[in-house]
């Protein structure tokens, strides 16, 4: 009964941008897990996204890194990798309509972008919260 | 004495094979039989793996299988290997990286079926004894890339010597041809 009643709720934890059934899946798996760390998360949030986004680590070379160093701040343009020059598709469904769709996708990027910036995978939470910050960045 | 015999003629017999051996190799670069075997002297195959193209050259240039031999993709395709890819993180699915690595292995610059004379002379200079993960750590590439000064190197249009495309106009179709080289900000390449 109580899963139930999560689940009805679930779909809110999203706001404003359209996911397909899969995604929307996935970001719900997301938030169930998010709860689970922490009995105080209601939603993601696209502020918190941001921070994780544009805010620099020390990466996995050792060296300052953040999302941006490739992505770039504009998420609607493409972007470069630092290390080999090679272009980025941009990340921004706006965008690029390929971007945010196949949830295999979604999940090798995340877990390995975390690796390169945060040095660590990131939390369910975290990873939540920057999906709705792409998804929603203008 | 017949057996003394039979190893005397063995004993030329080898020797013979070895002379032939050592003749092909010093000759080769001339020897029309050979190019006709294997083609035009700096081309390899182009990638024709859409997982591929999608799974690793998102990320980098899409080097050929036929850039490096088989023992090289076993190592470079090992999840641990991934995990520390170059410095990045490229793990990847598991049934992907089996695909992969079958495509990479059956391609290899000492496949038998490869007949790129560019993939065997980078097999050929490479130590049997050494594993490199990278072309760029293949003595025939230092060869061929030690005269170009660092600062083409480092310039923010190329970045690094692993960036084939950047000066390799038709890397992506596999030719490396010196006519095809334009370096950023220099221009032809002629050495």
């Given at each position: 009964m109580?899963k139930?009643?999560?689940?009805?709720l679930?779909?809110?934890a999203?706001f404003?941008?359209n996911?397909?059934?899969?995604?929307?899946k996935?970001m719900?798996?997301?938030?169930v897990?998010?709860?689970?760390d922490?009995?105080?998360?209601?939603?993601?949030?696209?502020?918190?996204g941001?921070?994780?986004?544009t805010?620099?680590?020390?990466?996995?070379?050792?060296?300052?890194?953040?999302?941006?160093?490739?992505?770039?701040?504009?998420?609607k343009?493409?972007?470069?990798?630092?290390?080999?020059?090679?272009?980025i598709s941009?990340?921004s469904p706006?965008a690029?309509p390929?971007?945010?769709?196949?949830v295999k996708?979604v999940?090798k990027?995340?877990?390995?972008?975390?690796?390169?910036?945060?040095?660590r995978?990131?939390t369910a939470?975290?990873?939540?919260?920057?999906v709705?910050?792409?998804i929603?960045k203008? | 004495?017949?057996l003394?015999?039979?190893?005397?003629?063995?004993?030329i017999?080898?020797l013979?094979?070895?002379?032939?051996?050592v003749?092909?190799d010093?000759?080769?670069?001339?020897?029309?039989?050979?190019s006709?075997?294997?083609g035009?002297k700096?081309?390899?195959?182009?990638?024709k793996n859409e997982?591929?193209k999608?799974e690793?050259?998102?990320?980098?240039?899409?080097?050929q299988?036929?850039?490096?031999?088989?023992r090289?993709?076993?190592?470079l395709?090992e999840?641990k290997?991934?995990e520390?890819?170059f410095?990045?993180d490229a793990?990847?699915?598991?049934?992907d990286?089996l695909t992969?690595?079958?495509?990479?292995?059956?391609?290899?610059?000492?496949?038998?079926?490869?007949?790129?004379?560019?993939?065997h002379?980078?097999?050929?200079?490479?130590?049997r004894?050494?594993?490199p993960?990278?072309?760029?750590?293949?003595?025939?590439?230092k060869k061929e890339?030690d005269e170009i000064?660092?600062?083409?190197i480092?310039q923010?249009?190329?970045k690094?010597?692993?960036?084939c495309v950047?000066?390799?106009t038709?890397?992506?179709?596999?030719?490396?041809?010196?006519?095809?080289?334009?370096?950023?900000n220099?221009?032809?390449?002629?050495d």
């Amino acid at each position: 009964m109580k899963k139930r009643v999560l689940l009805l709720l679930l779909p809110l934890a999203v706001f404003g941008a359209n996911l397909n059934p899969d995604m929307q899946k996935y970001m719900d798996n997301l938030a169930v897990q998010a709860k689970k760390d922490n009995p105080n998360f209601t939603k993601f949030d696209y502020k918190r996204g941001e921070e994780i986004f544009t805010s620099t680590h020390i990466g996995k070379r050792g060296k300052p890194i953040s999302c941006t160093s490739c992505h770039t701040t504009d998420l609607k343009q493409k972007g470069k990798n630092i290390n080999t020059g090679k272009t980025i598709s941009p990340l921004s469904p706006l965008a690029n309509p390929k971007s945010m769709v196949k949830v295999k996708n979604v999940k090798k990027w995340l877990k390995r972008n975390f690796k390169d910036v945060y040095n660590r995978v990131g939390t369910a939470q975290e990873k939540g919260d920057v999906v709705v910050y792409i998804i929603n960045k203008k | 004495m017949k057996l003394l015999n039979i190893a005397i003629a063995s004993m030329i017999l080898g020797l013979g094979v070895v002379t032939v051996v050592v003749a092909d190799d010093d000759e080769y670069k001339n020897n029309k039989k050979y190019s006709k075997k294997y083609g035009a002297k700096y081309s390899v195959q182009p990638v024709k793996n859409e997982l591929y193209k999608e799974e690793c050259a998102s990320c980098h240039f899409g080097y050929q299988a036929g850039l490096l031999p088989k023992r090289s993709w076993i190592k470079l395709m090992e999840t641990k290997e991934l995990e520390n890819h170059f410095g990045d993180d490229a793990s990847i699915d598991e049934q992907d990286r089996l695909t992969l690595l079958s495509y990479l292995v059956a391609n290899a610059s000492d496949s038998k079926t490869n007949r790129s004379r560019l993939s065997h002379e980078i097999t050929r200079k490479i130590s049997r004894y050494s594993t490199p993960i990278a072309l760029s750590e293949t003595r025939y590439f230092k060869k061929e890339h030690d005269e170009i000064p660092t600062r083409l190197i480092k310039q923010e249009d190329v970045k690094t010597i692993a960036n084939c495309v950047a000066c390799h106009t038709t890397a992506e179709k596999g030719y490396y041809g010196e006519r095809d080289i334009k370096i950023p900000n220099y221009g032809r390449w002629d050495d």
